[in-house]
């Protein structure tokens, strides 16, 4: 029986975004589901709602049900598997995700009103994040870090970053595992590598670099 993996896109994009991601999770023997969602107008209560509905539907037949997320999907899917909701077993993924809050969102909100609203219902999940994660999936994290990006755009980053989001933020205590690829945060979705490790953490727990676990869930 193969599992089912749904995949959530990030801030400002939809779900054809996940194409090339989708088309080579399906060629590692999943069955795989893109999660098209508003991610400025629509609130989060009803993105959490629908989403924790589709993988009710999705376990109906004993199926295990994963989630990979981008940048802003991967914080929805940490919120919406730690709110002690009744929901079918499966891992986490999380493509550069500012796990721990994002610096340059906070900028962002920071230059007006037209910056706050571009971030929309999810603001406050961007600009925070988590302080640590205890829910009952394992978490595992890929973050990029060649710094190319809107974010580099709007002020300077500390450390390795993707252009967007810095590998430290994408480093929350309590996650399983964490590995860093030579990708931007965009080339996240399309980097064969990310869609090689996301595949072997769903299967084992852990990613297929050893040097780069030690500390994730310190």
């Known amino acids: 029986m193969s599992d089912q993996v749904i ?3 990030g801030l400002w994009m939809r779900g054809f975004a996940l194409l090339m991601l989708h088309r080579r999770m399906m060629e590692a023997g999943f069955r795989v589901h ?8 629509t609130t989060q209560e009803r993105i959490l709602g629908r989403l924790q509905a589709r993988m009710r539907e999705l376990a109906e ?17 940490l919120r919406t598997c730690s709110e002690g909701a009744q929901l079918p077993p499966g891992r986490i993924v999380c493509l550069g995700s500012p796990l721990k809050g994002s610096a340059a969102a906070r900028r962002f909100a920071g230059m007006g009103k037209g910056g706050e609203v571009l971030l929309g219902h999810n603001r406050e999940l961007l600009e925070h994040g988590f302080e640590r ?3 009952p ?3 595992g994290v890929v973050a990029g870090r060649v710094s190319l990006g809107l974010g580099a755009m709007i002020g300077q980053f500390d450390g390795d970053n993707d252009g967007c989001v810095t590998v430290d933020e994408t480093r929350l205590p309590g996650i ?23 595949t072997q953490f769903l299967q084992t727990g852990h990613f297929d670099r050893p040097g780069t676990r030690a500390g994730a869930g310190a």
Do not use: I
């Open 7 to 9: 995949l959530l896109h």
């Open 34 to 41: 893109r999660f098209d969602y508003m991610s400025v107008a």
């Open 61 to 77: 037949d004993g199926h295990t049900v994963h989630l990979v997320g981008h940048s802003l999907g991967g914080l929805l899917a």
């Open 133 to 135: 994660w205890t829910g």
């Open 137 to 139: 999936r394992d978490v």
């Open 176 to 198: 399983a595992d964490h590995c860093v690829v030579e990708s931007n945060h965009t080339g996240l979705l399309f980097v064969p590598e990310v869609a090689r490790q996301v």
